[in-house]
């Protein structure tokens, strides 16, 4: 086997960030990296999508670093990840409360894409919530919780973007629980609108107690990595700018159907998302 080209990108959250500033929203990513190369890198690949990066770095830890390794046809044969997930320092986490404050005193939405490595304590979702509803502004979450107890951090928020094994551990369900069930378990424990994402089954809608069910629009899925930070980016940035509920939704579920059309995480554009439409 021979490597013929590499493609390095921001990943995780970053993508999400990504995913705002394509859409033409001025998107600030803050978050926690190394003081390495990788961290460095990170930045740069940021500023260069348009994102104003807020990264602290804690020489502790490792940036995230996936190495996705991929044929010629485009299927991914490996994948291999160099990252921690140990919880932040008190140091580190305090820096990252004081960001997040001073960030959200200016923005119009607030949005926390957990990817369970360590830097999304309770007492930093807590600021996150605290800090937008403090300025009256929506508040999403897309989670990646290990057991139920995480949802005792999300009292407060606005939305809640999850995929079906994520519902399923927030709510202790099986994998026959239908997404219209587990949407509504979470909207009325949260009291809170809820979005279940289904891959090719689409996607639920819970908001004050009414159910919707939106159809997958792809006509073919050629690579569902990073169709959920697409969704998040969607929602996140019509709440941002005054959409209803319904119509950040609908809005995500087409811009998920371009994502999933290509291959690799490159972020939807403002124009491929009016052209969907």
């Given amino acids: ?134 300025r009256d502004v929506p508040v999403i979450v897309a989670p990646k919780p290990r057991g139920p107890e995480y949802l005792s951090a999300l009292d407060g928020v606005s939305l809640l973007v999850a995929n079906r094994l994520e519902a399923q551990v927030l709510t202790a369900s099986d994998g026959d629980c239908a997404g219209e069930s587990m949407a509504n378990a979470l909207s009325g424990r949260l009291d809170a609108a809820v979005v279940v994402t289904l891959g090719r089954d689409g996607m639920v809608l819970c908001e004050s107690g009414a159910v919707s069910a939106l159809p997958a629009l792809a006509a073919r899925a050629v690579d569902v990595s990073g169709a959920g930070d697409t969704c998040a980016a969607v929602i996140a940035t019509a709440l941002a700018a005054g959409a209803r509920v319904s119509d950040a939704v609908d809005l995500a579920n087409r811009a998920a159907a371009v994502a999933v059309s290509v291959e690799g995480t490159a972020a939807v554009s403002r124009d491929e998302l009016a052209a969907a439409l």
């Fill in 1 to 134: 086997m021979r490597l013929e080209t590499t493609h390095p990108a921001p990943g995780g959250p970053a993508s999400v960030a990504g995913g705002i500033a394509a859409l033409g929203a001025r998107a600030t990513f803050i978050g926690v990296c190394g003081d390495d190369e990788a961290g460095r890198a990170l930045a740069d690949l940021l500023r260069v999508g348009g994102v104003d990066a807020e990264l602290a770095h804690d020489a502790a830890r490792p940036t995230t670093v996936k190495t996705r390794v991929v044929a010629a046809n485009g299927q991914q044969i490996v994948r291999v990840d160099d990252e921690t997930d140990a919880p932040l320092t008190p140091a580190s986490e305090a820096v990252l409360i004081d960001r997040v404050r001073a960030a959200a005193s200016s923005c119009d939405a607030v949005l926390v894409s957990d990817y369970a490595k360590g830097v999304c304590s309770a007492a930093v979702l807590q600021a996150c919530v605290d800090t937008a509803r403090s």
